[in-house]
């Protein structure tokens, strides 16, 4: 029971990291740039890693303690990846410059990770 699990997470997993997004995008900026990648690589692999991690786990000891959670959960989390999605074909249609490097980057480290760790995307 436990094996069949983990492919099914692992594909998850891949299919939340693969996905282009904020996080993502700023990553591959900074590859464009030919700055700080391996930083940014380890960093965010690291930041999604902890963040999965503590999600399963949370969401595990949630269902637990409240099974109604779990179908709450599979419902607002349905309508979540709908709404994302819509806004994502809009942003498809529309355009963006999100992989065109600018023309001004940043050129402190520590200033490169917080643009791209989690929290920071999540405000922006």
Known sequence: MYLSA???GSM???SLIMAIGVQ???A?????????VALVVVAFSLSDIVLIMAGVAGTG???QAWPAALQVLRFGGAAFLAAY???AARRAFKGSDALRPADEAASDWK???LTGMPVQTLIS
């Open 61 to 63: 000891k949630l269902v």
């Open 12 to 14: 998850t997993g891949l």
């Open 111 to 113: 200033k490169v990770l």
């Open 6 to 8: 983990i492919p099914a």
């Open 28 to 36: 591959l900026r900074q590859g464009l740039q030919q700055r700080y």
């Open 85 to 87: 999605g819509l806004m």
């Open 24 to 26: 993502n995008a700023f």
